[in-house]
């Protein structure tokens, strides 16, 4: 009798240890997995914050790719290039006279025309010397527009009018900016 | 019990693998970031403003303000008849032309009128929008001899060569004292 209770108490030892084996083992793997589990949520976490920001990056890059398009059509417009007669025209040259005029123009056909070569954009001539003058050519902003891109380049203005013998070249810059 | 050894040896270099992946992602994202090339539109506003500013000022003339009409010609070229008359007389006290400064309203030799005519044109304009620059007009009297500047350059900020910065290329005028390369880099 004594015999079978001692074997029995050795076998419910034996299975005790092995119970608290198998259930440090456990608490072992559900920590791993647990600490797997973190670390991947991290990962999808940081996955979309950056996938987020190059999808705004691409946003501002292609206004950028707008930006630079606009302003490209504003300097190499037939409509405020310096020309003389089938001459090549000057380059990074605007005529007083077809600003003053185009100014009028590019606001008359504001939507009709002009808006399919800018969309939302405003295009703006400065002249710094001698004079301050301003043309405002072109003023269409989004409206609620959350993002805008200025661009700007240095031009020379020339004034048929104001020279004596030869006209008088003015410096300005075209200050384009576009919106989304 | 040996199997069940290698089993959680082969556990625990396969949760050693993920660690590593893991960790090449996150190294793979960071080397995206940090090898990002400057966006497009920066340096072509860069290089196209560098030339265009340049462009423009050499055919700037002169304003009827300034007074400086010499008797038969009109109003005196920036890049042509103000240059050249700098690099004639720039040792000289007096110059052909002497015109009203834009800042200082006071009647100057060639040399000044220039340095005073650029740095106002630049400042109004590049300066304007937070530009550093620098521009340099230097005379080589003949072929092989050192540049000379016929002003002192004009700096704003500065664009030493170990920033990234544009040039405008080389805006070269023959004059009779030699040849004037005149220059303008730009950075931000």
């Not at chain 1, 991947?40 to 705004?56: D, P, S, T």
């Not at chain 1, 398009?69 to 290039?81: A, D, G, N, R, Y």
């Not at chain 1, 400065?126 to 072109?138: A, D, G, R, S």
Request: glycine share 6%; proline share 4%; hydrophobic share 40%.
């Amino acid at each position: 009798m004594r015999e079978i209770a001692e074997e029995d108490g050795n076998k419910n030892m034996k299975n005790r240890r092995l119970n608290r084996q198998g259930q440090l083992q456990m608490t072992e793997t559900i920590a791993i997995l647990f600490i797997f589990f973190i670390l991947l949520l991290f990962g999808i976490i940081f996955y979309f914050r950056y996938q987020k920001v190059a999808f705004q990056e691409k946003q501002e890059e292609l206004l950028a790719v707008r930006a630079m398009e606009s302003t490209l059509k504003v300097l190499f417009m037939p409509e405020l290039i310096c020309s003389r007669g089938e001459a090549e025209p000057e380059d990074n040259c605007f005529d007083v006279l077809k600003l003053n005029a185009t100014q009028k123009t590019m606001q008359q056909y504001l939507d009709e025309y002009y808006f399919e070569i800018f969309s939302y954009a405003t295009v703006t001539v400065q002249e710094t010397y001698p004079e301050n003058k301003t043309w405002v050519l072109y003023d269409k902003p989004k409206p609620e527009f959350t993002r805008k891109e200025p661009t700007f380049f240095v031009v020379t203005l020339r004034d048929e009018l104001a020279g004596k013998d030869q006209p008088e070249y003015g410096f300005g810059y075209v200050a384009v900016t576009v919106y989304s | 019990m040996g199997i069940k050894k290698n089993v959680r040896g082969q556990m625990e270099a396969v949760g050693l693998v993920v660690i590593v992946i893991l960790i090449a992602l996150g190294m793979l994202f960071m080397a995206t970031f940090a090898l990002k090339s400057e966006p497009q539109k920066k340096i072509f506003t860069r290089k196209g403003l560098a030339y265009s500013t340049m462009s423009a000022l050499m055919k700037t003339t002169v304003s009827e303000k300034a007074a400086c009409y010499s008797l038969s010609q009109g109003a005196p070229k920036i890049g042509g008849d103000v240059i050249e008359d700098c690099a004639k007389y720039r040792d000289v006290d007096t110059s052909i032309y002497q015109c009203i400064g834009p800042t200082s309203g006071k009647a100057l030799h060639s040399c000044d009128f220039l340095a005073e005519m650029i740095a106002y044109t630049l400042g109004t304009t590049l300066g304007s929008w937070n530009k550093n620059y620098e521009f340099h007009a230097q005379l080589i009297p003949f072929q092989g001899e050192e540049p000379i500047d016929i002003i002192e350059p004009i700096i704003a900020g500065g664009c030493p060569k170990w920033k990234e910065r544009d040039s405008s290329g080389l805006f070269p005028i023959n004059t009779e004292a030699g040849l004037v390369e005149n220059s303008l880099y730009l950075c931000d």
